[in-house]
T-cell receptor, first 111, second 115 residues
């Protein structure tokens, strides 16, 4: 049973397109996160989302927007994709003061 | 803000040897320190964590030590096995009340265990 699942695993698209990555967690956690891992493996938080409220946004371009239809889902929408958006994007979930659990990532490649 | 430095960036050991990865952090208010293992094509998986009220924690072949005064913490893997080969990340964050701050990650250590 996958705790945090994200789709698609691979996403190849043209510059300028709009795309979405879906994330679902079945752990009952209150908070969900999106991270970006660049080509050097550096992991950086993009968003955290708790009770329909965006509580952290780390200087991410406004082309990126998280959307949460319910507590178990946090989808990442990206508008006007740029070459520099190529990376692996990870979704995670966790409760306050507890470890975060990560999905297996979505590798986004911009042509 | 918090900054986490991790060393070494690559580490190669013989099967059965020990491996040590070290991290330092800058914000003395940080009080939660997890370690993650990332295998190829997978997401980071928590392997052990430690909070600032504890100096050492062990789980079978894995141990973490924390020196709050020096602001550094280390991961120790004993009796390494080929399946320990992966990228390891340390992280630091501030937990307060009912919330947890950002996890700030180190840049990772690629561990290779040679049979």
């Amino acid at each position: 049973d996958t705790a945090v699942s994200q789709t698609p695993k691979y996403l190849v698209t043209q510059m300028g397109n709009d795309k979405s990555i879906k994330c679902e967690q079945n752990l009952g956690h209150d908070t969900m996160y999106w991270y970006k891992q660049d080509s050097k493996k550096f992991l950086k938080i993009m968003f955290s989302y708790n009770n329909k409220e965006l509580i952290i946004n780390e200087t991410v371009p406004n082309r990126f927007s998280p959307k949460s239809p319910d507590k178990a889902h946090l989808n990442l929408h990206i508008n006007s994709l740029e070459l520099g958006d190529s990376a692996v994007y990870f979704c995670a979930s966790g409760d306050p003061n507890q470890p975060q659990h990560f999905g297996d990532g979505t590798r986004l490649s911009i042509l | 803000g918090e900054n986490v430095e991790q060393h070494p960036s690559t580490l190669s050991v013989q099967e059965g040897d020990s491996a040590v990865i070290k991290c330092t952090y800058s914000d003395s208010a940080s009080n939660y320190f997890p370690w993650y293992k990332q295998e190829l094509g997978k997401g980071p998986q928590l392997i052990i964590d430690i909070r600032s009220n504890v100096g050492e924690k062990k789980d079978q072949r894995i141990a973490v030590t924390l020196n709050k005064t020096a602001k550094h913490f280390s991961l120790h893997i004993t009796e390494t096995q080929p399946e320990d080969s992966a990228v390891y990340f340390c992280a630091a964050s501030i937990s307060y009340g009912g919330s947890q701050g950002n996890l700030i990650f180190g840049k990772g250590t690629k561990l290779s265990v040679k049979p």
